[in-house]
Nanobody, 123 residues
């Protein structure tokens, strides 16, 4: 059973860079079985896919966020991370890391998801 756990600061100031990490257990992020994504849900809105990283380290990004988003991974710790730069209050959301089986669309389908972490952008 794949399990994911997000960690990072709950409060970020405007114009700063948000940094979150996802610890994965039950599967290796270097195996071919899954894509690993970050998704978020702003207050009162639906889920928004932000980006994904594959077993080989390749990345895909939501075009609307691509200029501010970077995904990376630490294979020694079986973790992957999100950087979101130049944040504004509109980036306030619950952020989730998620896993998508290899043959599914990682932009819309997530078989496993962490519990989420609230991030508030405020001065």
């Amino acid at each position: 059973q794949v399990q994911l756990q997000e960690s990072g600061p709950g409060l970020v100031k405007p114009s700063e860079t948000l940094s979150l990490t996802c610890a994965v257990s039950g599967a290796s992020i270097t195996r071919t079985s899954y894509w690993w994504s970050w998704i978020r849900q702003p207050p009162g809105k639906g889920l928004e896919w932000m980006g994904a990283i594959g077993h080989g380290g390749g990345t895909y990004y939501n075009p609307s966020l691509k200029s501010r988003t970077s995904l990376s991974r630490d294979t020694s710790k079986n973790q992957f991370s999100l950087l979101l730069s130049s944040v504004t209050p509109e980036d306030t959301a619950v952020y989730y890391c998620a896993a998508t089986p290899n043959l599914s669309d990682f932009r819309t389908t997530w078989s496993n998801r962490g519990q989420g972490t609230q991030v508030t952008v405020s001065s």
